[in-house]
């Protein structure tokens, strides 16, 4: 993300408590950093599912990826349990 830019936050986990611990961490970086936290969060309805289904179907709708972006320095391991973080698994 660029100095100045905005990071979409989508889609939320199914727990409330969990979202509000997301939205709270984001307005938290934001009084600190200079790039924007914004959310969205679909409100997913049947119809509307079942006719983008119908276009996939029919070849109409093609996926595609416009871009992607590499890990600039992803932690090692080793560096995250030395500052107390937990390893992944």
Same mark, same amino acid.
């Given at each position: 993300? $660029?100095?100045?830019?905005?990071?979409?936050? @989508?889609? !939320?986990?199914?727990?409330?408590? @969990?979202? *509000? $611990?997301? =939205?709270? &961490?984001?307005? !938290?970086?934001?009084? +600190?950093?200079?790039? &924007? +936290? $914004? +959310?969205? *969060?679909?409100?997913?309805? %049947?119809?509307?599912?079942? !006719?983008?289904?119908?276009?996939? %179907?029919?070849?109409?709708? $093609?996926?595609? *990826?416009?871009?992607?972006?590499?890990? =600039?320095?992803?932690?090692?391991?080793?560096?995250?349990?030395?500052?107390?973080?937990?390893?992944?698994?």
């Amino acid at each position: 993300m $660029t100095p100045r830019g905005r990071c979409v936050m @989508a889609g !939320a986990p199914k727990e409330l408590w @969990a979202v *509000i $611990t997301r =939205v709270l &961490k984001a307005l !938290a970086w934001s009084a +600190f950093v200079r790039q &924007k +936290f $914004t +959310f969205f *969060i679909a409100r997913l309805k %049947k119809d509307d599912l079942e !006719a983008l289904c119908e276009l996939m %179907k029919t070849g109409k709708v $093609t996926p595609v *990826i416009d871009k992607r972006y590499q890990l =600039v320095a992803p932690l090692k391991p080793s560096l995250m349990s030395n500052k107390g973080m937990p390893a992944p698994r």
